[in-house]
């Protein structure tokens, strides 16, 4: 087979469609207004930092060496981006990072490292408020933690074994609106209450209301309680299975039977006044309320009596201030919150969550921050450019997008001093 040399012709010419939306959005203002300044000898812009790396999971990679080894053909006579070299690029994104914090609980004497940047949070949320993401009002929050096993060198050891990192991350719909990084030692349930409280803040600063709030069970506790109750109208949390809550359970007289997913089981609820002994110890009791209980019980395969309700059954409680709905309602309602481990699973594996670049945890912080951007532009431009491209769907994970939008061979042609994109193929785009 005899080959001809041509000139540069790119792999992934459907990336400069992203480019000029990113551009008419004028999120370059917003890059250059909110980051630091830039001396005037850099070759470099924001937006040619910021554009150059959100390319690279758009272009299906995932490290920063891609930009010279796969992307080099994306940005050559690029009239929307200059790309710098990998390590020009890894050491601006470097600069954005703000020193680690050692916290320590009340009475504690163990210190635990939290990596918060609230500059870039606020970069975040005004992206999404640009991409019209959201409504400023009645917008349902989701709070998790997701463990990232990294073998870093100041990654921790977690307590399901393996080192790496343990962040904290707010989501309103598919959008991730928060990140708050902590080493691997920290427990999810750790200080959750002041990290609740600078997200909350954050979100109140650019005028998202919250209505209602939903988490796992480590936001079972009095002052994260508290804190959720300020903020928002609603609240569903997991309850912990501890003594107060099965004498609760014990309580309940009337069950329905339910089937869920093939399977027999019982739902009931009662009113319920927990963290009576966090109050006492903290004198806090007059910030004491009734809650409503909800549970869901299965009957147990090896038949062990529980103690304190003398059943052979496994509990699912679900604690709420919601005493309008119906007991089906709240566990269905609360069970959408397993949209985000999808979420986490969109992040690890297509915007590169799993394979951080630095060594240092404030350093990986502002990665986690610029892919979770990537990913909140990401769901913007699939919704948008599904209007206009009959081939793609809302729904498409970035790997099809890929393959169906970006994987269009093009180059940049100039002509009478204006610069053409020329496509290669039958494209049904509608710019």
């Known amino acids: 087979m005899k080959i001809l040399n041509s000139s540069s012709v790119s792999s992934f010419g459907g990336i400069n469609f992203v480019f000029q939306q990113l551009t008419q959005l004028r999120i370059d203002t917003l890059l250059n207004r909110h980051l630091p300044a830039l001396s005037k000898q850099s070759e470099y812009t924001w937006k040619d930092i910021f554009f150059s790396y959100w390319s690279i999971p758009f272009c299906g990679g995932d490290c920063a060496e891609d930009i010279s080894l796969n992307l080099k ?34 009475k504690s004497d163990v210190f635990n490292e939290f990596s918060i940047n609230q500059s870039l949070n606020h970069l975040n949320i005004k992206i999404l408020k640009k991409l019209h993401s959201f409504t400023t009002t009645d917008n349902i929050l989701d709070y998790d933690n997701t463990f990232i096993f ?44 002041e990290t609740i409280e600078r997200m909350f ?38 309850a912990k299975l501890n003594t107060a809550v099965l004498n609760a359970i014990s309580t309940i007289d009337e069950w329905k039977e339910v089937e869920v997913n093939g399977k027999i089981m019982f739902r009931g609820s009662t009113g319920f006044i927990p963290f009576k002994q966090a109050a006492r110890a903290t004198k806090q009791k007059e910030l004491l309320k009734e809650y409503r209980l909800v549970v869901t019980k299965e009957k147990r395969k090896d038949g062990q009596t529980n103690i304190f309700t003398n059943e052979a059954y496994n509990y699912y409680p679900i604690l709420t201030n919601d005493f309008d709905k119906t007991e089906d309602q709240i566990v269905s309602f609360y069970n959408q919150r397993g949209k985000q481990e999808k979420e986490f699973d969109i992040l690890k594996n297509d915007f590169a969550w799993n394979k951080l670049p630095f060594s240092k945890i404030e350093q990986n912080t502002v990665f986690l921050l610029l892919m979770a951007m990537c990913r909140n532009i990401y769901n913007f431009i699939i919704q948008i450019f599904s209007k206009r491209f009959k081939h793609l769907s809302p729904n498409f994970r970035i790997k099809k997008f890929i393959f169906r939008f970006i994987c269009i061979p093009a180059k940049w042609i100039e002509s009478g001093r204006t610069k053409y994109l020329r496509l290669y193929g039958q494209v049904s785009f509608k710019t």
């Open 201 to 238: 803040k954050i979100l109140n600063k650019h005028n998202i209301k919250v209505d209602v709030f939903r988490a796992d069970s480590a936001s079972y506790q009095f002052s994260t309680i508290l804190t959720i109750n300020k903020h928002v109208n609603k609240f569903y949390i997991r």
């Open 73 to 106: 053909s994306v940005f050559s006579k690029n009239p929307f981006v200059k790309s710098p070299s990998p390590d020009r690029l890894l050491n601006r994104i470097k600069e954005l990072s703000e020193p680690s914090v050692q916290l320590k609980k009340n």
């Open 150 to 193: 990294t073998n870093k060198a100041d990654a921790k050891q977690t307590y399901i074994k393996g080192k790496g990192y343990c962040p904290g991350v707010g989501i309103i719909g598919n959008h991730v609106v928060y990140i708050e990084n902590r080493n691997g030692n920290c427990a999810p349930h750790t200080l959750q209450n």
